[in-house]
């Protein structure tokens, strides 16, 4: 079973507002870790479709799963067809362009949000490989570009203290006793780490970790 995978559940799909795993389930995932990477309330969205995606995403409900995955919507929520709508109420401005040409990010499902307010602009890039499974694969943010493998579970951090023996603790507490991949690129106001784990942590290790490690980012 691929790495992607950790079940067979994942393969079938999750449940789901339909009417597509890898269209709509796999596209409102991409919009929760667009939102959890951008740490904000996004003012503007703009959503550049490729291939696949950008043929077929109004037909398939591409469009408003991106949107409730913005607003934070889990795939079965019954709001999601009328996510861009609830968007709009919000305040959020939510545009979508159909791009030509191959995927930058090497899928043909992809989706590269560019989300914006007042104080940031963030920049990630997001591909749905099958049965509501995603990868994060681009991310801009602090004037730094990361290109993570892809699968999830991923934490992101930006260490704004430059403190490696903090760095070191984070990593321990990350590893669980399996294997840590990293990556490190300095940013605009610190170092911006990204950490590959194999498996997920449990709730009560994420609250801890969050409230130790201010802006840590974990997907799932």
């Known amino acids: ?12 799909g999750p449940i789901m507002v339909g009417p597509s795993s890898s269209h709509t389930a ?23 479709y490729y291939e696949s995606f950008a043929k077929t995403h109004r037909g398939h409900g591409t469009d408003f799963a991106i949107a409730a995955g913005i607003m934070g919507f889990a795939p079965d929520d019954k709001r999601v067809p009328k996510a861009p ?4 109420a919000a305040g959020i401005d939510i545009r979508y362009v ?19 307010n007042g104080s940031h602009h963030t920049t990630v890039g997001g591909c749905s490989v099958g049965g509501g499974a995603i990868e994060i694969r681009s991310v801009k943010a602090q004037n730094v570009e990361l290109t993570p493998t892809g699968p999830l579970p991923m934490v992101l951090y930006l260490d704004r203290d430059k403190n490696l023996h903090q760095i070191q603790a984070l990593k321990e507490q ?6 840590l991949k ?7 106001t610190g170092d911006l780490y990204e950490f590959d784990t194999l498996k997920n942590l449990s709730p009560e290790k994420i609250a801890e970790l ?3 490690y201010k802006g840590i980012v974990f997907l799932k």
Not at 174 to 179: I, N, R
């Open 1 to 12: 079973m691929s790495s992607i995978y950790r079940s067979v559940f994942d393969i079938i």
């Open 26 to 48: 796999g596209a409102v995932a991409i919009g929760r870790a667009a939102r959890v990477i951008f740490q904000d309330v996004p003012t503007k969205v703009t959503v550049h």
């Open 85 to 88: 709508q609830l968007a709009k």
């Open 98 to 116: 159909e791009e030509e040409g191959p995927s930058p990010i090497h899928h043909p499902n992809t989706a590269i949000l560019e989300m914006e």
């Open 174 to 179: 990350l590893m669980g006793g399996s294997q």
């Open 182 to 188: 990293e990556r490190k690129k300095k940013a605009t």
């Open 210 to 212: 969050e409230k130790k």
